[in-house]
């Protein structure tokens, strides 16, 4: 339940109704964190309709994002320029007449086809050469270390201090909907925890899920393991380790993972997209870190806790999606007691908090 607490951009022109295009990064927790530019160009131009480019794969997200009148689906393949598809998205951006692209990508790549396209505004950091593909520049990126830094800036005015506190990204899910999807999985309705035990580089993926499921369904939690079809296998022996409590959410449509972690009263999960659509939700949110770094990308909400191993590791963080020193104790050294007793202290202080669930059937 994120409020629309954050600090607020100055309304520059109510009358102005030109669209505005965002290119986001396609990583499912980039794109959703992307939803503060969103937010930011709310603000400004209460009257400018926002538009996200996005891929098959985060398409679902648009739906529940407020602010964004819609997304163009478009899977250009990575690793390649793939003009061919550059041109076909070019005549499709400019049947829609935008008048401002935000391009936060720093590639080639995510600046063609806007500039195909003839849209008068593109905006973006400097990167790979982009004389004549961008044309309304911003320097300074190397002094903003965070992603929502990063993204945010490109929608502040020219030369704009940067704000004490950025609005944060929202993810809204109807009560009507979440209940739906309880109904249909046969969901009870306990306080049910939700497990993300996926991650981009396995690095980042802390192995005690299985640990912890047993101890939090002992503790008479109902467990749930959300992911996508490569969680499969971890999945099962998440199941078959907690007992009957235990359910494996898995599967291929992000959209009930969405519905999933709505429908939660925990997250749990290594640093992943997951992480962020549910802190993004607001479902008390508990990420697990070890090669990253929590300052750079620490859930965003206020009912959430990020938790590490009390080991000094010299070499943490280091970034690596692969660990590189074999033994991968920035995550190892993480007990799944920990977690647990972390969990029950933050079920309780979101039992304190939240004076409206409007987002779970039955919390």
Known sequence: MNNDSGHSVAVEDA?????????PYMWIGDFVRGHSVV????QRFPNRPVDLLTTSLCAPLVDYMPGVRAGIVWDLPRGRLAVAKQFSLAGELKARNYATALILPRTWKSALAPTLAGIP???????????????????GEKALPRFIDKNAALALPDGAALPPEWPVPQLRVSSEEVARFGQTRGLGQGTAVALAPGSVGSSKRWTYYPQAAKLLAGRGLDVWVIGGPSEAAIAAEIVA??????????GMDLRNGIL??????????????????AAALGTPTMGIFGPTSPYHWAPLNSLAATVQT?????????????????????MRDIPATDVADIAARVLSEAGRAISNPSFRDGA
């Open 15 to 23: 009358g102005d109704t030109r669209p505005i295009l965002i290119i």
């Open 39 to 42: 937010r930011v160009l709310n």
């Open 121 to 139: 505004e593109r905006i973006g950091f400097v990167g790979e050469a982009r004389f004549g593909l961008i044309n309304r520049w911003r320097w």
């Open 241 to 250: 380790a907690g007992g009957p409590r235990v359910r494996d959410l898995t």
């Open 260 to 277: 999933a972690m709505a429908a939660a009263h925990l997250a749990i999960s290594n640093d992943s997209g997951l992480m962020h659509i």
């Open 310 to 330: 009390k080991t000094t590791v010299p070499c943490q963080p280091c970034h690596r999606p692969i660990c590189t020193m074999n033994d991968h104790r920035c």
